[in-house]
Nanobody, 122 residues
């Protein structure tokens, strides 16, 4: 029923940029706090960036200065702008969010999207 849909992944050369989007489908839920995670084969899932409902952000040291998380509440969307991409950024990027029902009372905590593949390669 409810979905977080990530998009924007793909193949990019080192030094390139991508912008990922995480959209709460429809208008049934609004995104509260949200984070972008990534997981590469053989590695632990890592929190890349997070953003509160008020726009406060945090970043993993590995992406500070290169990635920017932002949100457009009117579009129920959280973005991850990825600049100066490196091969080690290659991973499946997934959105996780607390979802607040627009016409309800019970929030959904820690809801996951399916993920989108980001590949950084020459």
């Amino acid at each position: 029923q409810v979905q977080l849909v990530e998009s924007g992944g793909g193949l990019v050369q080192p030094g390139g940029s991508l912008r990922l989007s995480c959209v709460a489908s429809g208008s049934i839920f609004r995104i509260d706090v949200a984070g972008w995670y990534r997981q590469a084969p053989g590695k632990q899932r890592e929190l890349v960036a997070s953003i509160t409902s008020g726009g406060s952000t945090n970043y993993a040291d590995s992406v500070k200065g290169r990635f920017t998380i932002s949100r457009d509440n009117a579009k129920n969307t959280v973005y991850l702008e990825m600049n100066s991409l490196k091969p080690e950024d290659t991973a499946v990027y997934s959105c996780n969010a607390d979802l607040i029902p627009v016409f309800g009372r019970t929030p959904i905590r820690g809801f996951w999207g399916q993920g989108t593949q980001v590949t950084v390669s020459s």
